[in-house]
């Protein structure tokens, strides 16, 4: 691919590209809509992700192109900008805003971008741009940033530039990724550590739904305030910082002053996810795969049940996992409302699951879903 960037970016810019950089995508095992809620996560590094080539140029604007996109945008450099639209560019763009608050001067650049994440599948497409963007221009202008400032950095991009009201764990997992080895975070403290993914005779696929979701306009935020609201009722009886402070049991004794069914249900989501987080934790350590099966599926069933970010598409996907003997887990990955699916299935069975899966989505869908393979792997790196 590096190959075929540089020779992409000759024919759009006319030069040479001076520099490749490559940065994953990433898929969370277990642990989801917990990370703004200070809990534990489970996220790894994925072989899909961003290539970006750049050189500098003496016309001090910004410019920037993908192979992924007919958009193109240009701006001056050296300049704090607002987010345009809906644009894919704003991603590296808010990058660079951080960069220019922070008082580093970056002079005109040209950059060339490609994914083989499928866009708003849930496999931070954007967490990956962001992180690109981020790694290539502090390595290639030696800015002295260390990777978690990089991760802090794309997070602010995403709360304030963009709008979307996430936690840490996409950025962190994209830039902190190593091969076969999964990130247990904790969102509140940033503290980690990595666990060995001995997958044996299973592999990973990933089954992109193809029902594209925006977050910032779709019901994400209002999750994030439902459990603001929880913790808020709570608050009223114990002292908490956040949700995931709780374990299951200590919720169950102060439950009751949540009366309203929804954020209960919330709530309820919440504390048990973080549990399952320690239980794949120590499945994986002890190499028992089908107990970390049976904690994928339980996670899929208390997002679709209590949290009510799944949907027909994820469901679909889930159920005939559930029923096809040659898989021991799934679950939806990412945010939800579209996007991903993740499944644990037995080497040797890639073509027959996909072709099963695909005859069973159809029927019920009425379109095919996408099925890839993947490998866990790195963090972002310079080619």
């Known amino acids: ?47 899909l992700g ?22 193109q945008t240009e701006v001056e450099s050296n300049t704090k900008h607002e987010k345009n639209g809906s644009l894919w560019a704003n991603y590296p763009i808010g990058v660079i805003n951080e960069f220019l608050k922070d008082g580093k001067e970056i002079p005109g650049m040209d950059f060339l971008y490609f994914g083989n994440i499928p866009i708003g ?55 902190f990724g190593e091969k076969g080895k999964a990130i247990v975070l904790d969102c509140e403290t940033l503290k980690y550590k990595m666990v060995d993914v001995d997958l044996g005779n299973y592999v990973l696929a990933i089954i992109n739904t193809k029902k594209p979701r925006e977050l910032a306009d779709s019901k994400y935020n209002e999750r994030v305030e439902e459990c603001q ?19 299951a049991e200590k919720f169950a004794l102060h439950s009751h002053v949540i009366t309203d069914e929804v954020i209960l249900n919330r709530a309820t989501h919440v504390v048990k996810e973080n549990d399952r987080v320690h239980l794949a934790a120590k499945a994986l350590n002890a190499g028992e795969l ?29 159920d005939f996992c559930s029923d096809y003997e040659h898989v021991i887990g799934a679950r939806m990955t990412g945010a939800g409302f579209g996007g991903c699916a993740i499944a644990l299935l037995e080497k040797g069975y890639e073509e027959d699951f996909a072709k099963h899966l695909t005859d069973y989505y159809v029927a019920k869908i009425g379109y095919p879903a996408e099925i890839y393979v993947s490998e866990i792997g790195n963090g972002p790196i310079k080619l």
């Open 50 to 71: 961003t290539w970006l080539a750049l050189a500098p140029n003496t016309d001090n604007k910004f410019r920037f192109k993908s192979l992924n996109f007919e958009a």
């Open 1 to 47: 691919m590096k190959i075929k960037l540089e020779e992409k970016f000759a024919e759009q810019y006319h030069k040479n590209a001076d520099a490749v950089y490559f940065t994953p995508g990433r898929v969370n095992l277990i642990g989801e809509h917990i990370d703004y809620n200070g809990g534990l996560v489970m996220p790894c590094a994925i072989t």
């Open 121 to 175: 599948s849930g496999l931070s497409s954007s967490a990956s741009i962001e992180i690109a963007t981020a790694f290539a221009l502090n390595h290639y202008f030696n800015l002295g940033y260390d990777n978690l400032e990089l991760v802090k950095i794309a997070k602010r991009v995403e709360n304030d530039f963009i709008g979307l009201n996430s936690g840490i764990m996409d950025q962190f997992a994209v830039a």
């Open 290 to 318: 089908n107990e970390f099966g049976r904690l994928m599926y339980a996670s899929h069933q208390s997002l679709k049940d209590l949290y009510e970010v799944s949907g027909k598409e994820l469901d679909a996907v889930v």
């Open 229 to 247: 609201t929880a913790l808020k009722l709570l608050n009223e009886e114990i002292k908490l910082n956040n949700l995931c402070e709780l374990t």
